[in-house]
């Protein structure tokens, strides 16, 4: 594996390649950012992994400075993944004075996670352009990028930004890892203490609540709400919230085209989690 710290040397590393398959991350590295490899490994000849944790993500006031680094760690398991280049940049090798800003669309940038964390997705679309041109700049055969579902309206964003963009990119979105409770697995779980974890168990078992009623024909968004509400009832919860594939509102869950998704906090650690249906 080779490990890579700037934009000219991984242009070094990137010449005449077939298929690459890209899974940016934030470090931290746990069996979600692993499943996500694992997929680029069997579909790509060349695996490129990205550790960056991107300031321009992170409000005013958030956890930017105590979020999770594990370097040595996230290069092992790596490594170990059978990942073919490890892209870690600097911020200096990422970020410009005064440099042009990618904005995140009025309405689906700026509801939920949006409305919550005010100008979190321009960070995120500035980041994930910037990694696609870095990374496809030498123009590969074929380039994927891999993206949890576990980020239900980053996935979607990016995907509109690929369309509105014209990016050629397949971005490939890959289902929650979760832990053997249910709870979803986030590098922000290492935040949260024994009790905690045992308290955010209540976020998944909404979210099967919601499902099982859903497959007994309940679809009204209004009562499955009611029962979420009852089952995290011990949390701060911030919002829950039905939505199409698109990120509008429903009333009613369409199966095959709704996304629940919660997002609440366990004293300081902030969660969200989401089903597919
Ligand atoms: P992060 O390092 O948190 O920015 O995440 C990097 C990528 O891993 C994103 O595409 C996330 O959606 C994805 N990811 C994070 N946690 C999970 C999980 N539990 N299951 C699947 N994908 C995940």
């Known amino acids: 594996m080779i490990i890579v710290n700037s934009v000219e040397e991984l242009l070094k590393y990137t010449r005449d390649l077939d298929s690459v398959g890209f899974v940016p991350t934030m470090g931290a590295l746990h069996q979600g950012h692993l499943s996500l490899i694992k997929r680029a490994r069997d579909e790509n000849s060349t695996v490129i992994v990205s550790i960056f944790v991107n300031p321009t993500q992170f409000l005013e006031g958030e956890d930017l400075d105590k979020y999770p680094r594990k370097e040595l760690a996230d290069i092992e398991i790596c490594k170990r993944a059978g990942v073919d280049i490890l892209f870690m940049p600097t911020v200096e090798s990422i970020y410009f004075k005064d440099e042009l800003?990618?904005?995140?669309?009025?309405?689906?940038?700026?509801i939920l996670e949006g409305a919550?964390?005010?100008?979190h997705f321009n960070g995120v679309l500035q980041i994930v352009m910037k990694l696609f041109n870095i990374i496809s700049y030498n123009r590969p055969k074929k380039f994927r990028a891999y993206f949890g579902k576990k980020d239900a309206q980053q996935l979607i964003l990016i995907e509109q930004m690929v369309k509105d963009y014209f990016l050629n990119v397949e971005i490939i979105p890959c289902e929650i890892i979760r832990d053997s409770n249910g709870l979803a697995l986030s590098s922000r779980n290492a935040y949260l203490s024994k009790e905690e974890k045992e308290q955010a168990l209540a976020i998944s078992r909404s979210l099967k609540r919601a499902s099982k009623l859903i497959m007994q024909?309940?679809?009204?968004?209004?009562k499955i709400e009611k029962e979420m509400r009852e089952v995290m009832k011990s949390l701060d919860i911030e919002y829950i919230a039905f939505v199409d594939r698109n990120f509008k509102k429903q009333e009613r869950i369409e199966l095959k085209n709704s996304i629940i998704l919660v997002a609440c906090r366990v004293n300081n650690t902030r969660l969200i989690d989401n089903i597919w249906i």
């Open 217 to 222: 024909g309940v679809l009204d968004t209004k």
């Open 101 to 110: 800003r990618i904005e995140a669309p009025a309405i689906r940038g700026f």
């Open 116 to 119: 919550k964390r005010a100008g």
